[in-house]
Nanobody
């Protein structure tokens, strides 16, 4: 069992930055690919970014490419999402997820989410 806890959300003006953190409960965390997803009210949960278990491979949704950066520190059981040049359309609840598949066709664990609100 891996528990994921997100933090770092908040209210920011358009053009600003936030860094989200995802803390995992145990060392087995390093065996999983980690992804960030987001869900705005009335919308489905959408993929944002993912990083492979070793950190050597990343991928991003087109809507965030060039603005968001995902990274991980397996020694600290942490994954980060640096979000720059934020836009109002980035407003959503952001979830951390763990999967044994980099494509995230299935998700083994979800966090509880952290709210990000970008004002115009």
């Amino acid at each position: 069992q891996v528990q994921l806890v997100e933090s770092g959300g908040g209210l920011v003006q358009a053009g600003g930055s936030l860094r989200l953190s995802c803390a995992a409960s145990r060392r087995a965390f390093s065996n999983y690919n980690i992804g960030w997803f987001r869900q705005a009210p009335g919308n489905e949960r959408d993929f944002v970014a993912a990083i492979s278990w070793g950190g050597g491979s990343t991928r991003y949704a087109n809507s965030v490419k060039g603005r968001f950066t995902i990274s991980r520190d397996n020694a600290k059981n942490m994954v980060y999402l640096q979000m720059n040049s934020l836009k109002p359309e980035d407003t959503a609840v952001y979830y951390c997820a763990a999967s044994d598949r980099l494509g995230f066709s299935t998700v083994d664990y979800w966090g509880q989410g952290t709210q990000v609100t970008v004002s115009s």
